[in-house]
């Protein structure tokens, strides 16, 4: 039961929600990207994605000094399940389509190349 509770703690934080929703249809991203995207600071953002990826709702990879997060493929099935029916209503909202838009936007740009800070 408690790691039912942790999914639902996970998934009560609009930040990573709508990280989820950029992740959503399987693409891996950077850190930096995400950071921009969501007009946050990378230490702020990186808390989000470990506290993801500690609930095992995201898997990450270093490339170099970046890290690559995307959702986990190896999910419990019942978190798997979970996901796939909050995929609609996060990935389908205006804030939703506005991140994935500003995602692709950047993706264009290439690798990561500097990380950009904001206070």
Known sequence: MKEAADI?????EEC???ILAMLADGREVCVCKLTEVLKSTHSKTSRHLAY???TKIVASRRKGQWMYYKLNDKTVSGTGKLLNAIRPFITETAQGKKDVKKLRELEETGECKTVKKNS
């Open 52 to 54: 993801l990826k500690r």
């Open 8 to 12: 639902f703690k996970a998934l009560s």
């Open 16 to 18: 990573r929600l709508r």
